[in-house]
Nanobody, 124 residues
Framework: QVQLVESGGGLVQAGGSLRLSCAAS????????IGWFRQAPGKEREFVAAISRGGASTRYADSVQGRSTLSRDNAKNTVYLQMNSLNPEDTAVYYCAAGPGSTARQSMRDYDYWGRGTQVTVSS
């Protein structure tokens, strides 16, 4: 079993940057694909980005492609989501999730473990 804790959220002005972290417990962290999802008020949870268990493969939603970078440090059991050029549409609770398999996946059904989320608010 894997427990996930997100951090790094906060209030930022449009155009700013944030680095979100997802810290995991357990010695099997390196065997999991890690994904990031977000949920804005009144909207469904949506895919943001994912990274394969080895870190060689990443996938991004069109909405963050080109201004986000996902990386992982398996020695520290942590995944990082660097987000730049933030805009108010990025305001949401951001969740990280862990799932089995070797590829970066974007469906929530592929993830078994979820964190509680971290709030990101972007002011205009």
């Amino acid at each position: 079993q894997v427990q996930l804790v997100e951090s790094g959220g906060g209030l930022v002005q449009a155009g700013g940057s944030l680095r979100l972290s997802c810290a995991a417990s357990g010695r099997t962290f390196s065997t999991y694909t890690i994904g990031w999802f977000r949920q804005a008020p009144g909207k469904e949870r949506e895919f943001v980005a994912a990274i394969s268990r080895g870190g060689a493969s990443t996938r991004y939603a069109d909405s963050v492609q080109g201004r986000s970078t996902l990386s992982r440090d398996n020695a520290k059991n942590t995944v990082y989501l660097q987000m730049n050029s933030l805009n108010p549409e990025d305001t949401a609770v951001y969740y990280c999730a862990a799932g089995p398999g070797s590829t970066a996946r974007q469906s929530m059904r592929d993830y078994d473990y979820w964190g509680r989320g971290t709030q990101v608010t972007v002011s205009s």
